[in-house]
């Protein structure tokens, strides 16, 4: 039967499949996850190789963290005014503004 570890049994299952050297700085719990810090990108990527790291009663899968982990888009509807002093009334026209402004639309 597979159980949620303990963050000690976790640090000991590193510790027994990579070594002491191998020991990760800091564990935090992220429910129903977990994220490991590593003191060096080799040691990092070291344990990331293998794919998942397995302790008494439990398995963990390993993967990178990125910023999207987790992340879930929604749509919203907030109206912001935007001033374009500045902006050459030529390329006030909706395309160039459109460019311009693309990169800061998902803030």
């Not at 293998?50 to 992340?71: A, D, V």
């Not at 929604?74 to 935007?82: D, E, F, L, Q, W």
Request: proline share 11%.
């Amino acid at each position: 039967m597979h159980t949620k570890p303990l963050l000690k049994d976790i640090y000991l299952a590193v510790q027994n499949r990579y070594g002491a050297s191998a020991q990760p700085t800091k564990i935090a719990s992220f429910p129903p996850d977990f994220i490991l810090y590593f003191p060096t990108p080799h040691i990092r990527e070291t344990v990331l190789s293998h794919g998942s790291m397995e302790g008494p009663n439990f398995t963990l899968s390993l993967s990178p963290w990125t910023n999207e982990y987790r992340c879930q888009k929604i749509p919203y509807n907030t109206m912001v005014a935007v001033n374009t002093e500045g902006i050459p009334p030529q390329a006030s026209v909706k395309e160039c503004l459109s460019t311009l402004l693309r990169p800061y639309r998902n803030i």
